[in-house]
């Protein structure tokens, strides 16, 4: 999920995330109470070194939560320290009590982690149910208490593993669904490129870095497949999709990994070229041209015409495209199958 690696300042304007991160400051407020209330009881009793671990917690939770809203790039940094303080503060308290208390939150701590982390959250949990069991069995002198009875404790610990391993499976089955929803939201189903909507949104981060970044060239194609409808008339629609994937296989082929190539719609396909000026996406929309006229599909030749257009100062990703488009309606109607592109 998106919000377990790093937000945009955007993001915060989505209610599942505004949602989770409001969740996490009402939890961080409670732990300060609690924990606070607990500190404040030791210190009474006289258990020093136990109210200071009790003050972990409520001294860093107001940074953090801070940090959540106000620096949400640094998000997945923000909960890591979370989960690390949740886990010093249960072993510092360990090293001292092992009893009921401490141990009937094991099980939860796998859930904690998920929500945190995600899937890695798995690997913190059984990071902690390693050293928490290795202090148990190892170090009986941490244990200044009664010490619970090694078969209660091996269940505990048992449930715990259990309750890690399906947090792991259901992460993992989350991430495979969430996949295959990211599949359908970006990529055209035929052809396997970029969609409409998700190449306008990498094109359009691609036009920000060119804004920060004045001395960068950048340039787009719009292509259109020659003649489509009377090659779906001929052959019907199954030919013609083998046609389009042919097509977008054949230009990925001869892109560069930092190109962007989409379906614009229809038998229209749209490449965006960062740093490259006219001339060389001139010598690109060349290439692509002569792969495309060369490729045989077993019933004539697939042509294409191809429109260019250079990033200008003043431009947007829009005035861009339509000049491009322009030229593309210009190469339809000089013949087809070639190139046209003026810098204006």
Sequence with gaps: MKLWLKLAKEDMDVPVYRGK???????????VIIATGFAVWEWMNGNISRAIAD????????????????KPRSTQFILHVFALLVFISQVSVG???????????????PLIYFYLLGHRGWYWSIVLFIVL?????????????????????????????LTATLSWMNSREVLFYQHKIIQRAHYD?????????????????????KMRHTERMLSGILLDVDDFKNFNDEYGHHAGDQVLRMVSERLSSRLRKSD???????????????????????????????TLYDAENGRRRVSASFGVAEYADGDTLD???IRADKHLYRAKDEGKNRVVATLT
């Design 319 to 321: 005035s861009m495209l």
């Design 21 to 31: 991160l409001l969740f996490l400051s009402i939890a961080a407020m409670l732990g």
């Design 189 to 209: 189903h035929l052809t396997g490129v970029y969609n409409r909507a998700a190449w306008m949104e990498r094109a359009e981060q691609e036009v920000s870095s």
């Design 55 to 70: 003050l972990i917690f409520p001294v860093t939770a107001p940074f953090l939560v801070y940090a959540l809203w106000y």
């Design 95 to 109: 090293f001292y009590l092992f009893d009921f208390n401490q141990l009937i939150w094991l099980p939860t701590y």
């Design 260 to 290: 962007i190539l989409g379906r614009w719609g229809g038998e229209e396909f749209i490449i965006l070229l960062p740093d490259t000026g006219l001339k060389q996406a001139i010598e690109v929309a060349e290439n692509l041209r002569m």
């Design 133 to 161: 069991w290795t202090m148990y069995g190892l170090y009986p002198q941490f244990a200044v208490q009664e010490r619970v009875a090694f078969h209660v404790m091996n269940n505990i610990m048992v449930a715990y593993l």
